[in-house]
């Protein structure tokens, strides 16, 4: 395997997870983010990602421990990046933060430095020449719950070296992804362009008034055998997430009923903190969302 040290940037909902996944498969992976208190969060996530680990995955507590001893953590961008074989971004969905930070990456990073975006809807090509390597460039988006669902998409550009994109292939396999490689770039990559058209027409149904959340996650439950309906999805994926892909379309489409979906996800959820899974209450409460009861489709 070419690549021996990782740095992930961002240590919210995936990129933690990228970071314990990383390090379980051998890698030395520096976690890097803004703030030495967001750095704090992530290790107290380890802890209760070290669980899921062992009951998922029958981790053994001597693998756990090698796991927590191949990672690091730093808030000094230089020094996160000082001998990184690849950067793996998963900073917030927000194009104009993206390029900022690829700009700053760009001056510090080794030029061995490879840099994979995890977007889940960006195009590498927004940012390839903010990077300074457009040919190191390219995307590699993770699934969340990433030990479960663990699909990895990569997704060049047109100016993405056939070789770093092999590389990467690579890489996602010896973490343990079913490799997923994408031959031209496509909004939404794979699984978002399946999953993110049932999200929104699912919220389209519920700010219209037509159904409440657990009606519409019952009848594609009952009607699909899905484990989930899309407002699970929803808790899980984070509604920070769909809030911010739901406003990039309310502003560029100017859409009323997109504008609609945005003020009241920012009003009832985003506002309130009620922001999924992490915060404990999104559409559901956890741990034990109604649609886990037997009962709920019944």
């Not at 919220?203 to 594609?220: C, G, M, Y």
Request: aromatic share 10%; no cysteine.
């Amino acid at each position: 395997m070419k690549y021996k040290n990782i740095t992930v940037a961002g240590s919210g909902v995936l990129g933690y997870q990228i970071a314990f996944q990383s390090a379980f498969h051998g890698f030395k992976v520096t976690v890097y983010d803004i703030t030495d208190e967001n750095l704090e969060k992530a290790k107290a996530k380890f802890s209760s990602l070290s669980l899921d680990y062992k009951n998922d995955l029958n981790a053994t507590e001597q693998q756990i421990e090698k796991t927590r001893q191949n990672l690091r953590y730093t808030s000094n961008l230089a020094d996160a990046l000082k001998d990184a074989d690849l950067l793996i971004e998963a900073v917030p969905e927000n194009p104009t933060l993206k390029i900022d930070f690829y700009q700053k990456l760009a001056k510090v990073a080794p030029e061995k430095t490879v840099f994979a975006t995890n977007s889940s809807t960006l195009l590498p090509s927004q940012f390839a020449e903010a990077t300074g390597r457009p040919s190191k460039f390219l995307a590699l988006h993770f699934a969340n719950t990433i030990w479960i669902h663990n699909t990895a998409e990569i997704m060049g550009h047109a100016k993405t070296d056939p070789k770093v994109f092999e590389d990467v292939i690579a890489f996602a396999k010896a973490i343990g992804m079913l490799a997923l490689p994408l031959h031209k770039e496509q909004p939404g990559y794979i699984l978002n362009s399946l999953l993110v058209p049932l999200l929104s027409a699912a919220t389209n149904l519920l700010v219209s008034e037509v159904a409440d959340p657990e009606t519409i996650d019952k009848t594609w439950m009952k009607a699909t055998g899905a484990p989930l309906g899309p407002f699970g999805i929803l808790d899980v994926v984070g509604i920070t997430t769909a809030y911010n892909i739901d406003k990039m379309a309310a502003e560029k489409t100017k859409d009323p009923l997109k504008i609609k979906i945005v003020a009241y996800l920012k009003e009832n959820y985003i506002d309130k903190n009620k922001l999924g899974v992490s915060t404990g209450e999104g559409f559901y409460k956890y741990p034990n969302p109604a649609f886990k009861n037997p009962d709920f489709l019944k």
